[in-house]
């Protein structure tokens, strides 16, 4: 019989496609995990894996073997945490994905306090704002803004947030108030580049119907907590979630611009993969950040 630890090192080779990532990823050097692959497939007498300079691809052989492999696991997860939760234990690692902004400078805090509560629990972290892969991270919560349209998601709704745009006093100072979303084409604008392209569609709303108004941006940026520390700066005017800048504009670090065209709420949820049974570890974090967010959103209100 081969170990299972060979098994796992298979499944996330198959994922990332390299078996020196997922190696490095379960503690092994580039050599030990090839000789464990190399093991494994001579106990199966098979190839798994068709080797190329760039990649490692799936054979049929190991199509069959890694989709099984994948619900081996799960059952032995499911059992796992089955006697985890009749003993409440917060044990082994949990792997989290979290906006950049919202993530560094909210969530993290939170994530810090509950491991003062869970010292046998090893926190993985994963910040920025583009869509994490969860099973290519093996992530195994994700939090994420907005609509969600992969089906083999569960999700837990945190809030409803708008997104709303957001200046410094300074910037106000210097440049004038704007009154009117549409008054956006004379001001230094802060876009956020998301999926290899700036963010430039800003949405608002008048009399309950939505529209958008298309701006150029003076400084563009891939993460979110740089456009809210340039805005910060009075570098020019952003477009963030409520969540990101409420602390800052109730401090008077931020003014709200457009209180009365503000875009309906979207969705901030806890993401991760279906399973029979979610992990004890994974359904109390999710409970303790529902709380959390819940406890904010009172703290930090909406201006009307």
Known sequence: MYHLNDLQLAIR?????????????????PAAASAALQRLEKKLDCLLFARSTRQMTLTEEGHLFIESGRQALAILDN?????????????????????????????????????QTAPELKLTLFFGDQMTDIIANNVQLALRYGQLEDSNLMRRQLAMMPR????SPAYIQRHGNPTHPKDLGHHQ?????????PWHKWRFSHKEKQYEVDVTGSK????????????????????KSWFDVAKEVHQGKLVLLFADQIAERI?????????????????TVIDFLKQKSQQFTLQYPLPT
């Open 189 to 197: 604008i802060l876009l956020l580049n998301r999926g290899g392209e």
């Open 164 to 167: 709303v745009a957001v200046a």
């Open 79 to 115: 059992a796992s945490n089955a006697l985890a939760d009749n003993r409440g234990e917060l044990k082994g690692e949990l792997r989290i994905a979290l906006p950049s902004d919202l993530g560094r400078n909210i969530v993290r805090a939170w994530l810090d306090e509950f491991a």
């Open 267 to 283: 969705p901030l949820q806890l993401v991760y993969l279906q399973t029979d049974y979610p992990s004890h570890k994974v359904r």
């Open 220 to 239: 563009i940026c891939n993460d979110g907590a740089v456009i809210k520390d340039w805005a910060l700066a009075g570098e020019g005017i952003a477009y």
């Open 13 to 29: 080779i198959a994922d990332l496609q390299s078996v020196s990532a997922a190696g490095r990823e379960l503690g092994m050097t």
